[in-house]
Each structure stands twice: as C-alpha cells, then as structure tokens.
C-alpha cells in the first residue's frame, strides 16, 4: 500500500501562486508514476500533471501548461505541483495519485492506483 497526503491549498486572488505537496509513505519503491488531478463540482476528475518517478519525466494538461509545474524529491518521497499565475477557474480540489504500472496513457485516473484525500484551491477574481 502507499499512502499519500497532500498539503498546500488555500485561498489565494487571482494572478497569485501556490505550491501543492504530496507525501507518499508505505511501499514507496512501488511507484512509477505520480500526478495531479483537480475535482470541480459537477465535473469529472480531470488530469492536470504527471512525473515519472526515475527519470522525471513530465506532462502537463493544456490548460496549465506554462503556469504549473511538476517536481519531485526522490529523497523526501513528495512530489510538488507549483502553481503560477492562478485563474478563478483553477479553483478545484486537487488530488495527487500513484501509478505502479508503466503507461503513456497518463491522464488516464483509472491507471493511478492510489489517492490522497485533496486539498483545497480557491482563487478570487
């Protein structure tokens, strides 16, 4: 099992940033993969960033592309989601998630096998 808690989240006005962090504990040597996903009411769980646990390989949803970025720290077993430039539309609960199993198809949340609880982003017009 891996178990994976996310900090970070507030309540921040437009333009401003914020930096997410997910800690994953238990058979960490287990992952391959994390990413970031954010829930919307009424909305579908949606992919928003991806890194490969060894070579930090990285993908980002359109929307975030250029203002989010993706990092880990092996060492720490967390990995990080800096978010720039915030809109009211990044308002959202953001979610970090494991896969352990190889794939391209990365936005794809049914391939992550493990979930943190959320954390909450609220950004003011």
């Known amino acids: 099992q891996v178990q994976l808690v996310e900090s970070g989240g507030g309540l921040v006005q437009a333009g401003d940033s914020l930096k997410l962090s997910c800690a994953a504990s238990?058979?960490?040597?287990?992952?391959?993969?994390m990413g970031w996903f954010r829930r919307t009411p009424g909305k579908e769980r949606e992919f928003v960033a991806h890194?490969?646990?060894?070579?930090?390989?990285?993908r980002y949803a359109d929307s975030v592309k250029g203002r989010f970025t993706i990092s880990r720290d092996n060492a720490k077993n967390t990995v990080y989601l800096q978010l720039n430039s915030l809109k009211p539309e990044d308002t959202a609960v953001y979610y970090c998630?494991?896969?352990?199993?190889?794939?391209?198809?990365?936005?794809?949340?049914?391939?992550?096998?493990?979930w943190g609880l959320g954390t909450q982003v609220t950004v003011s017009s």
């Open positions: 890194i490969t646990w060894g070579g930090g390989v990285t």
């Open positions: 238990g058979r960490t040597f287990s992952i391959y993969a």
């Open positions: 998630a494991a896969r352990v199993v190889p794939s391209t198809a990365y936005v794809d949340r049914g391939l992550y096998r493990y």
